[in-house]
DNA sequence: CGAATTTGACCAGCGC
DNA sequence: GCGCTGGTCAAATTCG
């Protein structure tokens, strides 16, 4: 618990713009990356010293750096070996390589093949390069566009003040486990399935952020919502009749029966011209709180630190599981109703799940950002998504389809727990080219805004950042088999590594509801 | 001494 | 109705 509480205390100080805890971010990543390693060298000490230097935050930028003088390394090489070439066929130069190697002519082509090789290799890697950038500024392009979309839809709800009826109050303190319930900002939940599945050209309505309305008490703007509840009352209805894909996952029922029963309810009363707050009210409770997002990841820590602060408010053992599960509340701002669970794997002790629950109230340092959008966008996937029944990646609409490239251990979704969950895994090393493909950029995308900025200093470039991790994740060949684990083990558990991995996964989720955008379409 | 954590008790939901 | 389990509360305890 000390542990937890001293990263939590690290992350305020980060968020207040400090320099102070860096060592911790680096001791965490040390204490995560090391059990399961093998040192090659075998000299333990030295080992994790140089693991902590290339992850903690000086060095960080020093390691993201290489990548670009690697490049430029072989850009020198691919001239110096030009430069070899024209020696050889220039005449001089070749002569003497050939009189002094005592080289005959087959085996001088045969380099001169290898030549040519190398550099059509270093072609293709520098297109290769190339392309990743042009990918990951769209990426980072279609991000901002898309932030600035929520900043307006913001400004447009504020305009018109929506508010929140007295009885849903009514409903949601009714539902606060029978005790007298804490007055807390009305929109609980917002995981809801009208807050999802976008259609075409709309996709900005239904992934809002909540910024400041007056019913919670004018929250500034980087506050990550789902969808507003007042919001996703005016969309229930009209989402239902245009995708008939959605699915309503309510607890106890079939998601298609809900589903079936939703929709002509409210085509029916919507055709009479019933008041939406009257058609929500017959909205199932369970729908509006209880999708879940969990997060997996490797960590020694007793927490992963995800740019929030948590107060710990209870601990069980559950069942079939050694591992006593913690209950953490969010205590950025009072009532936020933030919750989430923490607890070791029972067949993997060093993996930690934690699982989510709710929306902020109130404004996110960015590492949370990330977090939050994550969760948030994770559960839109999930109740977006068609699941007849059972568990995993389900359904064919545009959003699931996307996370398939994750679906090998990535992130899953499970609909037959008694809360519908997603779940993202972040304990495997990425090594599809699925992965790579679809992931890598946006993690470069998300590092853009989020890890570079939150620590700063980190003056990179981001592609060159991403092409860091590009680098470590494709497995240098000279690099031992275990580097992938390590580098995974210290991405999953650095508390702004993890953010900026989670907003990349945001950000393939929510690239995936505009069709536009950089990854395209399925 | 205030804040955070621990821990036993309580409550709701669910299955039998 | 009863027991089990998950989730939460709040008094007691610990910590900084």
Redesign the pocket.
């Given at each position: 618990?000390?542990l937890?509480?001293s990263h939590?205390r690290t992350h305020v100080a980060d968020f207040a713009g400090k320099e102070k805890g860096e060592m911790s971010i680096g001791d965490t990543v040390l204490d995560a990356a090391s059990p399961p390693v093998a040192s090659p060298e075998g000299d333990g000490d030295k080992q994790r010293v140089e693991e902590m230097d290339f992850f903690s935050v000086e060095k960080r930028c020093k390691a993201r750096a290489p990548p670009l003088e690697e490049l430029d390394h072989k850009k020198e090489l691919a001239h110096s070996v030009n430069i070899g070439l024209h020696l050889q066929t220039g005449g001089t130069g070749g002569d003497e390589s050939t009189v002094e190697n005592g080289m005959p002519m087959s085996e001088e082509k045969e380099g001169k093949g290898e030549v040519v090789e190398i550099q059509s290799a270093l072609a293709r890697m520098n297109e290769e390069n190339r392309l990743l950038r042009e990918v990951l500024i769209r990426v980072a392009a279609d991000y901002n566009a898309l932030e600035m979309q929520i900043v307006q839809l913001s400004q447009q709800r504020r305009r018109h003040g929506h508010e929140i009826p007295q009885e849903d109050e009514a409903v949601e303190r009714k539902?606060?486990?029978?005790?007298?319930?804490?007055i807390v900002p009305s929109r609980f939940i917002d995981l809801s399935p009208a807050g999802v599945a976008p259609t075409s050209g709309d996709e900005a309505s239904y992934s809002s952020t909540d910024m400041g309305t007056p019913a919670n008490g004018g929250v500034p703007s980087n506050n990550v919502e789902v969808l507003s509840t007042s919001y996703y009352r005016q969309k229930s209805v009209s989402s239902r009749i245009i995708n008939p894909k959605i699915v309503t996952v309510d607890?106890?029922k079939q998601p298609g029966e809900v589903d079936a029963i939703g929709r002509e309810d409210s085509a029916r009363r919507e055709s009479q011209g019933l008041s939406r707050s009257s058609i929500t009210e017959q909205l199932p409770e369970?729908t509006m709180r209880k999708a879940r997002v969990s997060v997996r990841a490797r960590s020694e820590a007793p927490m992963i630190s995800d740019g929030c602060q948590?107060?710990?408010?209870?601990?069980?053992?559950?069942?079939?599981n050694p591992c006593p599960?913690?209950?953490y509340?969010c205590?950025m701002a009072s009532g936020c109703p933030v919750?989430k669970?923490v607890q070791r794997c029972a067949e993997d002790r060093s993996i930690l799940t934690t699982t989510y629950?709710g929306n902020h109230n109130h404004p996110l340092p960015p590492p949370a950002m990330a977090m939050a959008s994550t969760t948030s966008a994770a559960a839109s996937i999930l109740l977006s998504g068609s699941m007849p029944s059972g568990d995993g990646l389900m359904g064919g609409n545009f959003l699931t389809r996307t996370l398939m490239p994750f679906s090998s251990g990535m992130a899953s979704i499970s609909a037959s727990a008694?809360?519908p969950t997603v779940t993202l895994d972040l304990t495997h090393a990425p090594s599809s080219n699925h992965f790579q493909r679809a992931l890598l950029p946006s993690v470069a995308a998300a590092t853009a805004a989020n890890f570079n900025v939150s620590l700063a200093g980190a003056a990179a470039p981001p592609q060159i950042f991403g092409k860091a991790l590009y680098n470590q994740t494709n497995l240098p060949q000279h690099q031992p088999a275990s580097f992938n684990d390590r580098v995974t083990a210290a991405i999953t558990s650095d508390p702004n590594f993890t953010a900026a991995v989670a907003a990349a996964i945001t950000s393939i989720i929510g690239g995936a509801a505009t069709p536009s955008n950089a990854f395209g379409g399925p």
């Open positions: 618990m000390e937890g509480s939590l539902s606060y486990n029978g005790r007298v319930p804490p607890q106890g369970a948590w107060r710990k408010y209870g601990q069980k053992m559950a069942k079939g599960r913690a209950y509340r205590t919750r669970q629950e008694p809360f």
